[in-house]
């Protein structure tokens, strides 16, 4: 085998190495990218379980405390919007509505503590306790779905990744962020 042949063999080995790679990062940016769209999904359970806890609050508010009406519709307003935007991938919009719909549901709690007769209701005391159980999973699940978005991000900027990214139209993630400093806060429950 003359020096041609040594230079062949050695160029389709650097090929199939090449090759090698771009399936490789190829590979890494579908898992990422599944990772976020599974997590998504873990929160998009999380806020459904919400928006169904949502009318059994409203109507059990409704009957102590009907001054509060406007605040009430609001709740429901928000959560029919909520509602409309899901299931479906992340956007702004959805975090915008989910945010806002969170800062209410506090505001809500807040101003329920003044109700003694409401909040001696075991009905209620149930639906509070599971509302601030299922704020906190909603949290968890949006801290999980943070964290994928973070990791599949960095794959796409990130040098090479970032060009296998652009080769196949890979787009950034979008994380989900509470616009509301209120609504950073789970509601309060108190008895």
């Known amino acids: 085998m ?6 062949v063999v050695i160029g389709f080995v650097l090929a199939i190495v090449a090759v090698v790679i771009v399936i490789g990062m190829y590979n890494a940016l579908v898992k990422a990218r599944a990772h976020v769209r599974e997590s998504w999904s873990n929160v998009d359970t999380e806020l459904q379980r ?15 405390a009907s001054h509060e009406k406007d605040l009430l519709e609001r709740v429901v307003a928000l959560r029919e919007k909520a509602e409309s935007l899901r299931p479906g991938d992340a956007t702004g919009e959805q975090m915008a509505v989910e945010s806002e719909l969170g800062s209410v549901l506090g505001q809500l709690s807040v101003r329920l503590e003044a109700y003694p007769d409401l909040k001696a209701s075991d009905n209620f005391k ?18 999980y779905y943070n964290a994928n978005v973070r990791v599949y991000n960095v794959k ?5 990744t970032n060009i296998i990214a652009g080769m196949f139209n890979f787009e950034l993630a979008e994380h989900f962020e509470l616009k509301d400093e209120a609504a950073r806060d789970a509601p309060k429950v108190a008895f």
Not at 2 to 7: D, M, T
Not at 130 to 142: K, Y
């Open 50 to 64: 919400r928006h169904d806890l949502i009318p059994n609050l409203v109507s059990t508010v409704k009957g102590y």
């Open 156 to 160: 796409i900027e990130s040098v090479p």
């Open 126 to 143: 149930q639906l509070q306790t599971e509302l601030a159980h299922t704020e906190d999973r909603v949290q968890q699940a949006l801290r």
């Open 2 to 7: 003359g020096s041609l042949g040594i230079v």
